[in-house]
């Protein structure tokens, strides 16, 4: 980690700490108007430009690897202090170990090893996002518009193993960045709804899309359905290094409020 890294990582750590603190200080927390569970079950695939660089020779995870499906479980806690108030606070979390086991159809190099072409491996990418923040609504005729402030704290942790030789190489990437998004939410009782956070700084990135839809069941709770894809990168594209995991897929779950 480069001094500039460093110095980012410790700012957003700071942010991450200082978001957290305000939140439990905000007046009327403790006896919230409103706190909200929203319990999504995602089924999310790769998608083929993910992919593990290391030393200018890499692995695509989806192609060469076969890495595909995985059932996530995405779980957010929302505080809102009062219903006027135009705030939700939110903390997140989702995480994932996709698992592989393919022959190689060609030779593909990771963390200074090789593996030959008809090698059996098994393979691993394992993920952990934690998220907190802010949404900022603002009420009008044509819906809710947002516009979302996030601190992100990633960890991607890959693992490739000849059956073999049993040789193995291992690769972990953690880092944090302060992302910004906008939603909007349409009225009544049947919502339609999109969320897109196109904005990352920090030591990688976070971004992705949400779209979908929130029908009432009853006072306290929605059902919602939709459709989301999330891209998460550590190092830049022309690096000699690089870790990029993008997810996408249908998702449903509930929402009980409390």
Not at 108 to 130: C, I, P, W
Not at 192 to 207: D, K
Not at 232 to 255: F, I, P, V
Request: glycine share 12%; net charge positive; charged share 20%.
């Amino acid at each position: 980690m480069n001094k500039r890294e460093k110095m980012t990582s410790i700012t957003v750590n700071l942010g991450l700490a200082l978001c957290v603190t305000l939140l439990a200080g905000v007046p009327g927390t403790a006896a919230a108007s409103q706190i909200a569970v929203d319990t999504d079950f995602w089924n999310p695939h790769v998608m083929n430009r993910s992919d593990v660089k290391t030393a200018n020779s890499g692995v695509n995870l989806k192609n060469d690897l076969g890495l595909d499906k995985k059932a996530v479980l995405d779980l957010t806690i929302k505080f809102k202090n009062k219903t006027t108030d135009p705030r939700t606070f939110f903390i997140h979390h989702d995480g994932a170990n996709f698992q592989g086991n393919k022959t190689l159809g060609h030779s593909v190099g990771f963390q200074g090893g090789t593996y030959l072409a008809g090698d059996r491996v098994n393979s691993e990418m394992k993920y952990d996002h934690f998220q907190v923040g802010m949404k900022n609504e603002s009420v009008t005729p044509g819906g809710v518009f947002s516009t979302i402030y996030q601190l992100n704290h990633v960890s991607l942790e890959s693992h490739l193993t000849d059956k073999s030789s049993l040789f193995t190489g291992n690769k972990k990437e953690t880092f944090n960045c302060l992302g910004i998004g906008f939603g909007w939410e349409s009225l009544g009782t049947t919502k339609f709804f999109a969320e897109v956070t196109p904005l990352s700084i920090g030591g990688g990135i976070y971004s992705g899309y949400n779209l979908g839809v929130k029908s009432q069941l009853s006072s306290n709770t929605s059902f919602v359905i939709g459709y989301k894809q999330v891209g998460m990168q550590k190092g830049k594209d022309n690096a000699a290094t690089r870790t990029r995991l993008d997810l996408s897929g249908m998702y449903w779950g509930l929402t009980s409020n409390f």
